[in-house]
């Protein structure tokens, strides 16, 4: 009993010795003595000393820090950018509690400790990874020298072979880490900082040495073009330029529409004629199916994998049934993958009698000895029937054109392979139909006789419309004549009078 009685009067006795301010009416400021880094946030409320501290952080976001890239290129950027930010804002509400929490004999210690020694808190500062490698990818970047990849040319019926140079880039994780370290850790906010990114050197993806490999004819092809006109030749000329040179490296694909579009006057193209809708109609490019096509026969002969073929609706008549590869927007197009273990290389050319040439080189790996041969083997074959007329609206009465009709066929197209002589292989490439479509004749309606003239059509006779169209110009022709006649003659008279 004795010593409670004695513990109780030593607590009074310290309670009789604590400050006034203890017990003193509290306003919640944050007491004397405490900082952030070097800033008092004394006699401040928690939101007052959470201004201050945002306000100065505001003031460090327009501070400049140097980032050197590829070549020793300075780009400068603000800690703004790079994602500054408050990491501890928690600390303003440690120290507004301060003194506050606790049982009287530890505020009573907080408070005579900030006294003697006050209390400082650390400001902790982040910086954002992802602003970070923006900063980096979008500014710094740009100064990286790229690796040039060696080089292939065919001249003189020789391949040259130039030597690759390596480059050098940033490395953008590496280089996120860097800046991210020394701004929270090593940055003197007073002074603009410094940081070399991390700059690696990258090689060529492809060698001088690879594309030596290149030596060997793997397939070649050529078709005519000698009946074509002046349009559909440029444009067999056109697309020819436009993938020759191509260099295709193991497991690349190459894509035909791709080489050779967009179909426009800019590109080098003109009108010609091509298919559409079992029709011929003049369009920017026509001409240029030739061009797949006589490409898809020197891919098959060096057995490279084809990824897409598609015939033509109607036969063509520069390469037989099957063997064709038609272009058609992005609907049909001519793939095909370097499924080899080398390089190849496609060399195409045009000459002055109208011949077209694709060569693949590569290197040769089939066993010597080894020869292929290509077959047509047709299925069936269908008659057209009867005539298609067409009214042209757009056409004046006696303008008529013809297109004469095409047989339709359903044909296979098949590879014999061939070791010393003997057969060893027969693989069946591809299915392919094409419609028959008869006779297509188009007149012209458009002008005053257009009632006639579509009656004659409805009759379905192509001679009929061809007669009536023939008087009915005649009519006008004479008709012409006739006022030509009396108007001459009403100049004469008036003239007498």
Known sequence: MKRKQGLFAAVLLLILMLPVTVYAKDDGKIHEGIYVDDMSISGMSGQQAKAMIENYIDELSSKNVELEAVGGNKVWVTAGELGIRWKNPEIIDEAVSLGRTGNIVRRFKELKDLEKEGKKYELELGFDRKDIKSV??????????KPADASLKREGGKFIVSEGQSGETVDTDASVSLVKTYMEKLWNRDD?????????????????????QVRDVLGTYTTSFSSSGSGRSANVRNGCSHVNGRILFPGEQLSIYDCVSPFTEEN????????????????LGGGICQVSSTLYNAVIRAELRVDERSNHSMVVSYVDLSADAAISGTSKDFKFTNTTEY???????TDDNKNITFTIYGRETREEGRTLSFETETISETQPEGDKIIADPSQPVGYIVSQSAHTGYSANYWKIVKVNGEEVERVKLNSSYYQAVPRTVTFGVAGDA????????????????????EGLVNAANAASIAAAEAQAQNAAEEAVD
């Open 268 to 283: 080098g193209y003109y009108l010609a004629g091509s298919y559409n809708n079992g029709l011929v109609v003049e369009t």
């Open 343 to 349: 390089p190849i290389y496609i060399a195409g050319s």
């Open 192 to 212: 603009e900082g410094n940081v070399k990114l991390m700059v690696v050197s990258k090689e060529p993806e492809h060698s001088a040495v690879e594309l030596a």
């Open 136 to 145: 980096i990818e979008e500014k710094c970047a740009v100064y990286d020298i």
């Open 450 to 469: 257009s009632g006639l003239m579509s009656a004659a059509i409805a009759t379905g006779s192509v001679e009929h419309c061809r007669n009536v169209a």
